[in-house]
Every structure is written in C-alpha cells, then in structure tokens.
T-cell receptor, first 112, second 115 residues
Framework: RKEVEQDPGPFNVPEGATVAFNCTYS??????FFWYRQDCRKEPKLLMS?????NEDGRFTAQLNRASQYISLLIRDSKLSDSATYLC?????????????WGLGTSLAVNP | GAGVSQSPRYKVAKRGQDVALRCDPI?????LFWYQQALGQGPEFLTY????????KSGLPSDRFFAERPEGSVSTLKIQRTQQEDSAVYLC?????????????FGPGTRLTVL
C-alpha cells in the first residue's frame, strides 16, 4: 500500500462545476499536509497547505481529518485554468526526516 | 527574483554512461531536496541537504546515485552507469527553513532519457 493514496482520475468537469479530491495517508505520525498543483511538463507548485481546522483560499477549500487520516480539496466554480494534476503531499517532520511523500496525483480537466 | 534553476533541462545518455545534474537553489535557502518523477507518477524523494550536510539519503535507489552540496549552495546529483530505469524527470527543490508548513520551491527539472 502506498503511503499516500489518491484517485488518479481523470476528472472531467464542465466550467463552473464543483469538484472534490480525496487523499488518504498511512502514517499516523504525519504532521504537515499540502496540496500541490502540477501542470503538464512543469514543476509542482504549492496550491495550499492543509491545516487541522480546515482552510479556504478563494475557490479552494482544504480539509484534514486526522482520525481517519484523510485530506480533501474542494474546488468551486471550476475554471478552464484549473486543469492540472493535483498532488496530495504529506511530511513527517520527525528528527531529520523532512522529506515530502507524494501521492500519484489526480488529473483534472475542466471543459468549456 | 531568481527561482530554483536546474541544468541541463534535457539529457540523453547511453546506457552505462555517467551523468551529472546540477541544481542552483534560491539564494539563502538552507534546505535542498532532490526528487525523481517517473511519467504518470508523483515525485519520489531521493535525498535532502541542510546546508552542506546530507541529512537523509534514504531515497537514493542504488549506490550508482550520489549527491553532493559541498558549499551549501549548488548541488549536483550524479548517476553512474545509467540504466534505462533511471529515465525520469529529476526535480530539485529548496526552502528557507524547516518549519512545518514552509513551502518547497521547485526547479523546472532535468528530463533524463537513457537509451
């Protein structure tokens, strides 16, 4: 079982739709959580960190459920420019362990 | 300002050839990471430096992979006797300090193809 699991999709949605991505992680000692966005043949870029209380940034809302080891990302009013791969990322923050552990990514295509 | 840069952007190597991939992190960034991303996969951690110290190399897939950051800035990832399974994009990332939610900034990657 991979340490971070995501539905790879692809998700095909019309403009204006609301779409939700889910992610589960296996290590209960995980401390920090992120959603990164990666466009085709580009490097990953941070979309948002995920805080315990949940957080929102414009059309994007991230939630964390530590008990279920589950992270979600909600995108409202999808735009064509939201088409990308969304990567769920986890970090342990224990001792010298600073590495990010990545899911495979969920592919989103927003259609006109 | 300048972001993380990597060179070369593309490298084609014959099987058995040695390659060296360079990463220039953002100036002043203490932490530097190398990742390997195969097609259709998420990045996989290779190794991590804090300044010049290599604190975690648990992700290096074999002893053919070697990374260094001798002066705590530029880093080089070397792959000896390349194999076809080494074909991937090699991403470098840096960040300022190791606080829990500190963002890692990525370079554009080096796409390595081993024939």
């Amino acid at each position: 079982r991979k340490e971070v699991e995501q539905d790879p999709g692809p998700f095909n949605v019309p403009e204006g739709a609301t779409v939700a991505f889910n992610c589960t992680y296996s290590n209960s000692a995980s401390q920090s959580f992120f959603w990164y966005r990666q466009d085709c043949r580009k490097e990953p870029k941070l979309l948002m960190s995920v805080y315990s209380s949940g957080n929102e940034d414009g059309r994007f809302t991230a939630q964390l459920n530590r008990a279920s080891q589950y992270i979600s990302l909600l995108i409202r009013d999808s735009k064509l420019s939201d088409s990308a791969t969304y990567l769920c990322v986890v970090r342990l923050n224990a001792g010298n362990n600073r590495k990010l552990i990545w899911g495979l990514g969920t592919s989103l295509a927003v259609n006109p | 300002g300048a972001g993380v840069s990597q060179s070369p952007r593309y490298k084609v190597a014959k099987r058995g050839q040695d390659v060296a991939l360079r990463c220039d992190p953002i100036s002043g960034h203490v932490s530097l990471f190398w990742y390997q991303q195969a097609l259709g996969q998420g990045p996989e951690f290779l190794t991590y430096f804090q300044n010049e110290a290599q604190l975690d190399k648990s992700g290096l897939p074999s002893d053919r992979f070697f990374a260094e950051r001798p002066e705590g800035s530029v880093s080089t990832l070397k792959i000896q006797r390349t194999q076809q399974e080494d074909s991937a994009v090699y991403l470098c990332a840096s960040n300022v300090l190791l606080v829990p939610y500190n963002e890692q900034f990525f370079g554009p990657g080096t796409r390595l193809t081993v024939l």
